[in-house]
């Protein structure tokens, strides 16, 4: 590097004839001060700008940049149940949801979506990270061996669980079972002990379909699916799911008594749960709406869940124009509503089926909002 101050080889420094030592001073002189303006100069444009900062200045020779980790994560395989090194960390911050208060997040259920990227995934139509997945553990008429319909997304279900296990994000993959009422059950008798005995050999079922699935389920309550689906042979023979009438037999569609009382309905349910509760670490919920609730149930004793976690779908719409936040549907009065007793602030309230339920289309499917800090905790050991 040559400096200012130094003469360059083999041009050696001479001195110009006559009056040259007077005109050299004073070149020197101007050569001074000019040399003086052009530091204040810099000083000035120096002090004009600001330091960009450490980020923005190139790191000196011999140190280094401390950059953020990106980790090595993999990107989703589709096997929900393997988790990610304790030490691994995600290839890129999770992107921000929509704004919901604190512990809510957006799902699907039942029939698989396109969903978007890679984990976390992204739903369609509404945006925002898949925060839950809830599919058909099975339903009873196929089980009695007269239904054709089981929706299960494998796909979905992975995507969730690796949200979950890998982000941090949502609830993974939680499950229902399509109930049949006392009325298709093969040994009706309109006892409750029957109808008892009944809901717990579902619960056996649900629990023996469960452990098959491929991906595995994290949420720990199984909701009982108990609605009347009108005609919908592929799902069921039984138009009322055998809910208020009795039939001749489980498949035959054909109706032998026109009234079941409600205790024995109730029955029912206190069988799953009983059975469910005492053969895993799960807990009962159910899935239902406060129109098809009385009808079942009736409004009496018979009727009260306080105690029961809820899946609601009343006031479902076929709209994605507005979504919810909360319990309500942004800038409306659309609200979700539970059930038999069960009430919004209630921490039993768990989810709310706010489009592509209850009848809705809007092209896509069924989309849920579910409350994550309301997610019971398995018992200890369990």
Same mark, same amino acid.
């Given at each position: $590097?040559?400096?200012?101050?130094?003469?360059?080889?083999g041009?050696p420094g001479?001195?110009?004839?006559g009056?040259?030592?007077?005109?050299?001073?004073?070149?020197?002189?101007?050569?001074?001060?000019?040399a003086?303006?052009?530091?204040?100069?810099?000083?000035?444009?120096?002090?004009?700008?600001?330091d960009p900062?450490?980020?923005?200045?190139?790191?000196?020779?011999?140190s280094?940049?401390s950059a953020?980790?990106?980790?090595?994560?993999?990107p989703a395989?589709?096997?929900?149940s393997?988790?990610?090194?304790?030490?691994?960390?995600?290839?890129?911050?999770?992107?921000?949801?929509?704004?919901?208060?604190?512990?809510?997040?957006?799902?699907?259920?039942?029939?698989? $979506?396109?969903?978007r990227?890679?984990?976390?995934?992204?739903?369609?139509?509404?945006?925002?990270?898949?925060?839950?997945?809830?599919? $058909?553990?099975?339903?009873?008429?196929?089980w009695?061996?007269c239904?054709?319909?089981e929706i299960?997304?494998?796909q %979905?279900?992975?995507?969730?669980?690796?949200?979950?296990?890998?982000?941090?994000?949502?609830?993974?993959?939680?499950?229902?079972?399509?109930?049949?009422?006392?009325?298709v059950?093969?040994?009706?008798?309109?006892t409750?002990?029957?109808?008892?005995a009944?809901g717990?050999?579902?619960?056996?079922?649900?629990l023996r379909?469960?452990?098959?699935?491929?991906?595995?389920?994290?949420?720990?309550?199984?909701?009982?699916?108990?609605?009347?689906?009108?005609?919908?042979?592929?799902?069921?023979?039984?138009? %009322?799911?055998?809910?208020?009438?009795?039939?001749?037999?489980?498949?035959?569609?054909?109706?032998?008594?026109?009234?079941?009382?409600?205790?024995?309905?109730?029955?029912e349910? %206190?069988?799953?749960?009983?059975?469910?509760?005492?053969?895993?670490?799960?807990q009962?919920?159910?899935?239902?709406?406060?129109?098809?609730?009385?009808?079942?149930?009736? @409004?009496g004793?018979?009727?009260?869940?306080?105690?029961?976690?809820?899946? #609601?779908?009343?006031?479902? #719409?076929a709209?994605?124009?507005?979504?919810?936040?909360g319990w309500?549907?942004?800038?409306?009065? @659309?609200?979700?509503?539970?059930?038999?007793?069960?009430?919004?602030?209630?921490?039993?309230?768990?989810?709310?089926?706010?489009?592509?339920?209850?009848?809705?289309?809007n092209?896509i499917?069924d989309?849920?909002?579910?409350?994550?800090?309301?997610?019971?905790?398995?018992?200890a050991?369990?």
């Amino acid at each position: $590097m040559t400096s200012s101050g130094a003469s360059r080889t083999g041009q050696p420094g001479h001195r110009k004839p006559g009056g040259g030592r007077r005109t050299g001073r004073l070149a020197i002189l101007i050569g001074v001060a000019a040399a003086a303006c052009v530091g204040i100069v810099a000083a000035v444009l120096s002090a004009a700008v600001p330091d960009p900062g450490p980020a923005a200045r190139p790191a000196a020779a011999g140190s280094s940049a401390s950059a953020g980790r990106t980790g090595t994560a993999r990107p989703a395989t589709g096997t929900a149940s393997t988790r990610p090194s304790a030490r691994a960390q995600p290839a890129a911050p999770a992107p921000a949801g929509p704004a919901f208060p604190a512990g809510f997040w957006s799902g699907s259920d039942s029939t698989g $979506m396109p969903l978007r990227g890679d984990a976390p995934a992204r739903l369609p139509g509404i945006g925002g990270i898949d925060g839950g997945y809830i599919g $058909m553990a099975g339903n009873w008429a196929t089980w009695q061996g007269c239904g054709t319909k089981e929706i299960w997304s494998s796909q %979905d279900s992975a995507a969730a669980n690796a949200s979950l296990t890998r982000y941090r994000k949502g609830i993974g993959t939680g499950v229902y079972w399509f109930m049949g009422g006392p009325g298709v059950d093969p040994h009706y008798n309109g006892t409750t002990g029957q109808a008892h005995a009944w809901g717990a050999a579902q619960a056996a079922q649900a629990l023996r379909e469960i452990a098959r699935k491929t991906t595995r389920v994290t949420y720990p309550v199984v909701f009982m699916d108990v609605e009347l689906p009108g005609h919908a042979p592929t799902f069921t023979p039984a138009d %009322d799911n055998g809910w208020t009438s009795a039939y001749t037999s489980p498949c035959s569609g054909r109706v032998s008594a026109g009234h079941i009382p409600h205790r024995v309905d109730r029955a029912e349910l %206190d069988g799953f749960a009983a059975y469910l509760t005492a053969h895993s670490p799960d807990q009962p919920g159910v899935y239902s709406s406060p129109a098809i609730w009385p009808q079942i149930f009736g @409004t009496g004793r018979a009727a009260l869940i306080p105690h029961l976690y809820e899946w #609601t779908y009343n006031q479902a #719409t076929a709209s994605l124009a507005r979504q919810p936040v909360g319990w309500c549907l942004r800038g409306t009065a @659309t609200c979700a509503r539970f059930f038999g007793g069960v009430t919004a602030s209630s921490r039993y309230a768990l989810m709310w089926q706010w489009s592509g339920g209850g009848g809705t289309w809007n092209g896509i499917g069924d989309f849920d909002q579910i409350d994550g800090s309301r997610t019971p905790r398995a018992p200890a050991g369990g």
